[in-house]
């Protein structure tokens, strides 16, 4: 298809605003999808995304939409993650874009997220074409969020397209609108070969399957094909284009969005944001500058058996495949045995590959709470950066700093005061503070990551009966009068309670998880105290009283094979014990004080 007659553009679109149902839409009115073959939400493929209700991966699909006069248009829609952790992935899908529909909910107006891509999108200079979503709902209330809408980007409000993408109303004026409105791609046909991988998914049966979109020449299938980052070559066995099902075709030209297949199975030689060139010809210069999405959330990840350690290595050593950027390396930990520190993306990726480990892997475990990056001077000038607070230099410290994010919340004008409250005991700095609407507020802070990743999300959404939502992106890192709080057992330190904290905090802190533990420890023949301390400081303390108990004084004069049996009944209630020191304590114990139940 040649270039004119191509409009490349996304959806970007809150979570639940409706975007897969407009995208299914967008399938059966173009025709290329059946309804008998209609699936609900086709494009959002794994199991989990499907359940949830979320797209995790982006897909990219070519649907033949024709204009009044009767010229065909190839568009490609493509999919992008709506979440925060993911904004990676939605710049480079929004890069692959000459424009993007900004979905909007007809009876929620703009949220925090449809705010940060729209930002995204407009730095990567995209036509948007504002669209209100839902308009069927009976509180929908589009007169209000169009006034909202064409505020915020400029514009009259008649000029927000209203579609229904349950019914189907407005969405053949929405395609009518993106050939009109969305420019059609440029690039340069006769130059080497430059193509952007915008999403890379492992598939089991063809290995990794990379989607790319041409922005100068034409890759055919046969040829060798090479990595600019990594200058590694590959043979493209298979070029096509998804519309919706893989179909191969002869190649990909200028403005084209399609798929490459090269028999490798591993994603990491396929990243997202690297530019694919011809190795018998290569392009001189990259495609704008790639960058290894960083792990911002760290956790524990441990087997509730130990002897399911090598199933959780190769569960991991496997989804690997399928996403670049989840890392791990071995940890082990007193109170949970041999595990994995794992870096996330995000409090939602953490969640989505906990998830897929116990479901895809039947894997049961337990997470330690999740901690951020710690950059520490030490007072001989070192340098360690600490991801697990266990390994945090106590008392050789001279200076600590932490992530800081900043912070969007759009709610509702009667929550200020609460969340105000809230992001101000989370150490938050007030940037600013917008009204979209009369009655809805944008609150900008600052604030250090480690106190979101701490059920602030939760909190946030008890206080604003549900209707805050959130969105934060990286700022750097902060000096910061942390200290490291840890919980002993009989004196014994026990690992997967280290918590990095603020310093007005660590007594909070210890009260709370000394207190859980004497609740969750059964008593000992002696007596065991927990307490918190900050290096040799104690802060918090209480005692768990001693009991004397003797399995065979109920039995005494009785025979001897019953006091067997009860000798190996007791032995096996052992097995599930963990030796802290002197102490035993139920594995169930540490787990129920690690997820806080
Ligand atoms: P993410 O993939 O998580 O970002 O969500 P999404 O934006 O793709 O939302 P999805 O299409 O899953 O829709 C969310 C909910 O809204 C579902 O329950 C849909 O049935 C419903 N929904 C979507 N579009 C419409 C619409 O036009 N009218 C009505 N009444 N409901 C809709």
Known sequence: TPPEQIRNFCIIAHIDHGKSTLADRM???????????????????????RERGITIKSQAVRMPWSDGAGQTYALNMIDTPGHVDFTYEVSRSLAACEGAVLLVDAAQGIEAQTLANLYLALENDLTIIPVLNKIDLPAA????????????????????????????????????????????????????????????????????????????????????????????????????????????????????????????????????????TNQRRPATKALAGYVDPKPMVFSGVYPIDGSDYPELREALDKLKLSDASLQYEPETSVALGFGFRCGFLGLLHLEIVTERLSREFGLDLITTAPSVTYEVTTDNNQHVTVTNPSEYPDGRVATVSEPIVKVGILLPKDYVGT???????????????????????????????????????????????????????????????????????????????????????????????????????????????????????????????????????????????????????????????????????????????????
């Open 27 to 49: 399938l059966s009115i173009t025709g290329i999808v059946s309804d008998r073959e209609m699936r609900a939400q086709y494009l959002d493929r794994m199991d989990i995304e």
């Open 141 to 276: 209330d589009p007169d209000k969020y169009a006034a909202e809408i064409a505020n915020l980007i400029g514009g009259k409000p008649e000029d927000v397209l209203r579609v229904s993408g349950k019914t189907g109303m407005g969405v053949e004026e929405l395609l009518d609108r993106i050939v009109e409105r969305i420019p059609a791609p440029q690039g340069d046909a006769d130059a080497p070969a430059r193509a952007m991988i915008f999403d890379s998914v492992y598939d089991s049966y063809r290995g990794v399957v990379t989607y790319v979109r041409m922005i100068d020449g034409r890759l055919e299938p046969r040829e060798r094909i090479q990595m600019m980052s990594t200058r590694a070559t590959h043979d493209a066995l298979e070029i096509g284009v998804s519309s919706p099902e893989p179909t191969p075709t002869k190649g990909l030209s200028v403005g084209e969005v399609g798929y490459l297949i090269t028999g490798v199975k591993d994603v990491r030689l396929s990243k997202v944001g690297d530019t694919v």
């Open 419 to 597: 969340v105000m409250e809230l992001c101000q005991s989370r150490r938050g700095t007030l940037l600013g503070m917008e009204y979209l609407s009369e009655d809805r507020v944008e609150l900008r802070y600052t604030m250090p990551l480690g106190e979101i990743v701490f059920d602030f999300f939760d909190h946030l959404k008890s206080r604003t009966q549900g209707y805050a939502s959130l969105d934060y992106e990286p700022a750097g890192q902060q000096e910061a009068d942390l200290v490291k709080v840890d919980i002993l057992l009989q004196g014994e330190k026990v690992d997967a309670f280290s918590s990095i904290v603020h310093r007005d905090k660590a007594y909070a802190y210890g009260t709370l998880m000394t207190e859980r533990l004497r609740k969750l420890i059964p008593r000992q023949q002696f007596e065991v105290p927990i307490q918190a301390a900050i290096g040799a400081r104690i802060i918090a303390r209480e005692t768990i009283r001693a009991i004397r108990k003797d399995v065979l004084a109920k039995c005494y004069g009785g025979d001897i094979s019953r006091k067997r049996k009860l000798l190996e009944k007791q032995k096996e209630g052992k097995k599930r014990m963990k030796m802290v020191g002197r102490v035993e304590v139920p594995q169930e114990a540490f787990i129920a004080a690690l997820s806080g139940d």
